[in-house]
């Protein structure tokens, strides 16, 4: 059974560091682009950052540019969404999930397999 599993939310003051992991079980994770959303209370969920499954390409929102990194170790079928400089508009629940091929796209329909959550407040 495909299982994504999120850690690392939590509360952080504006300006601050926080590193989300996600974890993959029952399949191997370097198959596939994985990708990182959030949803923020009242609004769609949105494309963060995606990653293909070597690793060799990525790409951010507009949002995440220059503040965020995605990274992945697929010895360990984990992937990462390092998150630097955080605002009070960075807070949402993040979601990490599997693509359904090799490259990613923003569009969440392209993902087949998603992670429960995890929640990011960022405080002013």
């Known amino acids: 059974q495909v299982q994504l599993v999120e850690s690392g939310g939590g509360l952080v003051q504006a300006g601050g560091s926080q590193r989300l992991s996600c974890a993959a079980s029952?399949?191997?994770?370097?198959?596939?682009?994985m990708g990182w959303f959030r949803q923020a209370p009242g609004k769609e969920r949105e494309f963060v950052a995606g990653?293909?499954?070597?690793?060799?390409?990525?790409e951010y929102a507009d949002s995440a540019k220059g503040r965020f990194t995605i990274s992945r170790d697929n010895a360990k079928n984990t992937v990462s969404l390092q998150m630097n400089s955080l605002k009070p508009e960075d807070t949402a629940v993040y979601f990490c999930a599997q693509s359904s091929r090799w490259y990613f796209t923003a569009n969440e329909n392209d993902y087949k397999s998603w992670g429960q959550g995890t929640q990011v407040t960022v405080s002013s």
């Open positions: 029952g399949w191997i994770l370097s198959s596939y682009a």
């Open positions: 990653i293909t499954s070597s690793g060799g390409i990525t």
